[in-house]
C-alpha cells in the first residue's frame, strides 16, 4: 500500500486547510485509516482516525471541534479539514493505514505511512 498526503501550505491563524491522502497498491476499504502530525524536535502525534466505513471517528483533544476527518472509499481517499488554524498546528501531517480495523492514536496500530505534508500556521 503506497499512500501520499497532499494539500498542505502556508497560511495565517483562523484559515481553513485540507489534506487529502490517496492510497495505492490495494484498496484500504477494510483498514482504519489515521492523520497523525510531528513538529521539529518533537514525536509524531495523533491527530484524527476513523474507522473502516467512516461511521465512527476518534480526535486529539487539541484538534476537537476545529478538524474533522473523512474518507471516501470509492476513491481510496481519507481527508483532514482543518478549520480555525491555529500556530501550534504546525507540522509535518502523515496519513497511515491501521492494521486492520485500527485507527487508535498510537503509532503502533498502523503499518502503512505516507510521506508528509507541510502546514504552517503564521499568527
Known amino acids: 500500500v503506497q499512500l501520499q498526503a497532499s494539500g498542505g501550505g502556508l497560511v495565517q491563524a483562523g484559515d481553513s486547510l485540507r489534506l487529502s491522502c490517496a492510497t495505492s497498491g490495494r484498496t484500504t476499504s477494510n483498514n482504519g485509516m489515521g492523520w497523525f502530525r510531528q513538529a521539529p524536535g518533537k514525536t509524531r502525534d495523533f491527530v484524527a482516525g476513523?474507522?473502516?466505513?467512516?461511521?465512527?471517528?476518534n480526535y486529539a483533544d487539541s484538534v476537537k471541534g476545529r478538524f474533522t476527518i473523512s474518507r471516501d472509499n470509492a476513491l481510496n481517499t481519507v481527508y483532514l479539514q482543518m478549520n480555525n488554524l491555529k500556530p501550534e498546528d504546525t507540522a509535518v501531517y502523515f496519513c497511515?493505514?491501521?492494521?486492520?480495523?485500527?485507527?487508535?492514536?498510537?503509532?503502533?496500530?498502523?503499518?502503512?505511512w505516507g510521506r508528509g505534508t507541510q502546514v504552517t500556521v503564521s499568527s
Open positions: 476513523i474507522s473502516m466505513r467512516g461511521l465512527y471517528s
Open positions: 497511515a493505514a491501521g492494521r486492520g480495523a485500527s485507527f487508535g492514536a498510537q503509532p503502533s496500530q498502523y503499518n502503512y
